[in-house]
């Protein structure tokens, strides 16, 4: 049996790594007392896989990790004494034990045939703000609106083989100015992962000026699977029932790329009457049928 764990990340945690999250996570499964499945052979470790590592420095309020259990009869006993279901028991007992910053929200059984977090991830939710006293001087409504009216989005980007230039325009699915925060929403798949800094140092490259050092304070919204022409949360996959995993699939929402800011998908710009500014994406058929456009 697969479980999908929600979790949030805030406060001083935000400057750990990845493999100290999962380090942290193996620890709380061990003390929470969850009947977590371990690899054979001579180094038997926990069977759990994450999605998208989250950059450090970076705060979420939608990480998500699969484990993989062997049965859970203590929490179905405690469920049942509590008024809880199972999944909703195993967040109780992970926060229970848990380190301040790092959250347990929610707890799903996958369906059989559902893909590993990380393998499903196509596409992230972020809000970005400025430090004080770090705002660009631009004006930055009109600066998404010339970003976006943009064929092409053409940076240098530095990687480990040296400098290359990437097209961020493919990848782009929403960006918004709201509340003064920028939304976005980006191609977080492996083939095309874009950063909402490079998103920002564009953005602001256009009206002439440049980003200054540790300026932004970046918040990953949540993360998204790709169905057909739709994006859904990987949190609304799955059940909390063991009898029936699959139980409420029809009933979980999603929304297709050029609808994006719902209030159903659960992304940053949540009310489409109070996000009529929302610059929408179309996506063509091309790049709909692939992961990416930007790598």
Known sequence: MKLRIKFTKHGPVRFIGHLDVMRYF???????????TYTTGFSPHQVMSFAAPLGVGLESNGEYMDISVNSLPEAEKEAEAA???PCACVVRRLNAV?????????????PENAGNAMASVAAAAYTVRFREGREPDADLT???????????????????????EIDLRPGIYGLELRDGALHMLLDASSAGNIKPALVVEALLAD???????????????DLY??????????????????DCPAADETQASSFTIDKIGSKSADCP????AQASSLARVEISSETASKDGGAS
């Open 98 to 110: 848990g380190a301040d910053g790092l959250e347990a929200v929610s707890a799903r059984i996958l």
């Open 26 to 36: 193996q620890k709380a499964i061990r003390r929470a007392g969850i009947d977590v």
């Open 142 to 164: 009109a600066a998404v609106g010339r970003l976006l009216a943009k064929e092409r989005i053409v940076i240098t980007k530095q990687t480990k083989r040296g400098e290359r």
């Open 269 to 272: 710009a949540a009310d489409e």
């Open 225 to 242: 699977t790709r169905e057909g022409d739709s994006f859904r949360s990987l949190g609304e996959i799955g059940s909390e029932s063991a």
């Open 83 to 85: 008024g809880e279901s």
């Open 207 to 221: 009206s002439g000026e440049s980003l200054a050092r540790n300026a932004l304070l970046i918040t990953r919204e």
